[in-house]
């Protein structure tokens, strides 16, 4: 079945850490976000990849990295520079053409700082 | 400013009825897309109604509808015998003409169902 995986489900990070989360598509599409979701709140878009080799900062971009080496894995790097971590991260994807397309979202990575 | 409004943080229906859920949205762009997602508490996004900027018929797919007003800027989504799987968090979304295939989220509504 095609989908979006992220991983891990559950993530605790140390004080001063970095930490990766996984995002891997089987969709062929050509984009793929990162949004982060606070408690009680909506998505905010950290980074956006439209091709491979290629992305750009979204909304709150301070203090995480991503990497698109591939078409189908768009990691993100929570750096130590991202002073309030704790949150819900949503990896999505899009074929890159098409308003009318919708976003495939994976099922989330929970980041606890501890 | 915001560019999308969601205004009811939270609401009760009884099962069998239906809801409104409001959003409202800014935007200067002539062409763009509003989406309407459900997230239950397990967290993924479950896409639900899609509405083009040009699409003259308001949207439907099975119990959602959206009441697309585009001179006043709204796009509310209407859940028709609600469920109570229906209960969840609900998202409108924008996506502009000139901002790729970037979405843009309001704050949600959390719609409880009561038996």
């Known amino acids: 079945d095609g989908g979006i995986t992220q991983s891990p489900k559950y993530l605790f990070r140390k004080e001063g850490q970095n930490v990766t989360l996984s995002c891997e598509q089987n969709?062929?599409?050509?984009?793929m976000y990162w949004y982060r979701q606070d408690p009680g709140q909506g998505l905010r878009l950290i980074y956006y990849s439209q091709i491979v080799n290629d992305f750009q900062k979204g909304d709150i971009a301070e203090g995480y990295s991503v990497s698109r080496e591939k078409k189908e894995s768009f990691p993100l790097t929570v750096t130590s520079a991202q002073k309030n971590p704790t949150a819900f991260y949503l990896c999505?994807?899009?074929?890159?053409?098409?308003?009318?397309?919708?976003?495939?979202f994976g099922q989330g990575t929970r980041l606890t700082v501890v | 400013a915001q560019k999308i409004t969601q205004t009811q943080p939270g609401m009760f229906v009884q099962e069998k009825e239906a809801v409104t859920l409001d959003c409202t949205y800014d935007t200067s762009d002539q062409s763009y897309g509003l989406f309407w997602y459900k997230q239950p508490s397990s967290g993924e996004m479950i896409f639900l109604i899609y509405q083009g900027s040009y699409d003259e018929q308001n949207a439907t797919e099975g119990r959602y509808s959206l009441n697309f007003q585009k001179a006043r800027k709204s796009a509310n989504l209407v859940i028709s015998a609600s469920q109570l799987g229906d209960s969840a968090m609900y998202f409108c979304a924008m996506r502009e003409g000139t901002a790729g295939n970037k979405l843009t989220f309001g704050g949600g509504t959390r719609v409880l169902v009561k038996p």
């Open positions: 999505a994807s899009t074929h890159s053409t098409g308003r009318a397309t919708e976003a495939f």
């Open positions: 969709l062929n599409h050509d984009a």
